[in-house]
Each structure stands twice: as C-alpha cells, then as structure tokens.
C-alpha cells in the first residue's frame, strides 16, 4: 500500500501570497488531519477532516482552512501569507478518526514565506 | 489541559545503552499514548502506542510505560544504536470531543555515539 503523499514537497512564497497543498491519503482512509511543525512551536494541530466535513480545528486564523474531496484528498490553503507562516506543513491519515485509530504521515510540504 | 510536556529536550546516549525519554499529561481524558519517530527531512512514524488500560508495552527494543496515576508514560529504547539516532515525540489524544486530535510533547533529539 502506498503512503501518505503530499505535494509539491518544497515551496517558496512571498508575503501576502496565498498558497495550497495536497495530501493524498493512505488507501481507504478516511481521516485527514493537518499539523504545521515549527523549531518554536513544535507540531500542532491544524484540522481535521473525516468523510469531507472538518470535525476538529486547531488555534489557528482563518487564514488556515481546508477540505477534503469524495475521495478523502485533502487540500489546505494559507490566504496572505507571512513569514511566520515558514513551516513544514504535515499531513496524516488514519482509517476512522483521529483519537481512535493510528494517524500516519506524510513526508511534509516545507513552505519558505519570503 | 491540553499540553503534553517531554522531557529531556535532547539526550546522548552510547551505543548499547538505554535511552529514556519522559512525558506528562494533564487531560484525563486522554486514552491514547503514541511515540514517534522522525529522521531529518521525514514525516514522524509511529513507533510505538498504548492505551490505559496496560502498564507496559513492549516492541523489541522499544518499551512504553504507562502510570495512569501519574499522568506520566514514558519511552525506553533498550540497547541503543546509531540508527536510532532521531527525534522522538511523544503525543496523545481523547476518543472523544476536540481533544480527539494528536497533541504532541516538544521532542527530544537522541543521539546514540558509537
């Protein structure tokens, strides 16, 4: 079975660009979740999205939002980027939802806000 | 309530030796303890999980304790190698309600010398 893949896997933006990235789950998943991980801040949750409804959400603004498609593909988008933003952004997928099942990574999108 | 506190933040450990690593949790409604891997330029990869309602689990080298009471669980990797040389987080989450996402302690940087 293939894993969690995210693309593209590097980025470079400006300040005030908007930028979108995809996560592909693991097969039969149906649980997408979302984390930025930052040398300050660690890993923390964005939102999560199971069977194309976000059930959970993070301490993020509304810059952050996201969505999953029928076939649990998820896209996130950063609206007016700033250089705060500079993070590698992490997908995982899990089979139910998160808390219940194992979630797995993606190898992560590092986005440079310049 | 939500936060998971790690400890240490980086170890070294020679080769042969045992690597531990401490967490502790305030939710109670946590039920789910996982530990994971992450290598340079990787996504975190679970490691290892367990849930309250055991002590100890254990996976070859990797060894989780568990003391509900405590609020405590920590990771010992028994007979440490270079290979494990990584940063490993310790995360966890309810079945249920908005902590049902990973909430992920701060890391700690394993070296393993030869």
């Known amino acids: 079975k293939a894993g969690v893949t995210q693309t593209p896997r590097y980025l470079i933006k400006t300040r005030g660009q908007q930028v979108t990235l995809s996560c592909s789950p693991i097969?039969?998943?149906?649980?997408v979740s979302w984390y930025q991980q930052t040398p300050g801040q660690g890993l923390q949750f964005l939102f999560e999205?199971?069977?194309?409804?976000?059930?959970n959400k993070g301490n993020f603004p509304g810059r952050f939002s996201g969505r999953q498609f029928s076939n649990s593909r998820s896209e996130m988008n950063v609206s007016t980027l700033e250089l705060g933003d500079s993070a590698l952004y992490l997908c995982?997928?899990?089979?139910?939802?998160?808390?219940?099942?194992?979630?797995?990574f993606g190898p992560g999108t590092r986005l440079l806000v310049l | 309530q939500q936060q998971v506190k790690q400890s240490p933040q980086s170890l070294i450990v020679q080769k042969g030796g045992i690597s531990i690593i401490n967490c502790a949790y305030e939710?109670?409604?946590?039920?789910?303890f996982p530990w994971y891997q992450q290598f340079p330029g990787k996504g975190p990869a679970l490691l290892i999980a367990?849930?309250?309602?055991?002590s100890e689990k254990k996976e070859g080298r990797f060894t989780i304790s568990f003391n509900k009471s405590a609020k405590q669980f920590s990771l010992h990797i028994m007979d440490s190698q270079p290979g494990d040389s990584a940063t490993y987080f310790c995360?966890?989450?309810?079945?249920?309600?908005?902590?049902?996402?990973?909430?992920f302690g701060t890391g700690t940087r394993l070296q393993v010398t030869l």
């Open positions: 995982a997928s899990s089979l139910g939802i998160a808390g219940t099942e194992t979630q797995y």
């Open positions: 097969s039969g998943h149906r649980s």
């Open positions: 999205y199971f069977s194309e409804t976000q059930r």
């Open positions: 939710n109670t409604a946590f039920d789910y």
């Open positions: 367990i849930r309250p309602d055991v």
């Open positions: 995360a966890a989450s309810a079945s249920t309600g908005t902590a049902s996402k990973l909430t």
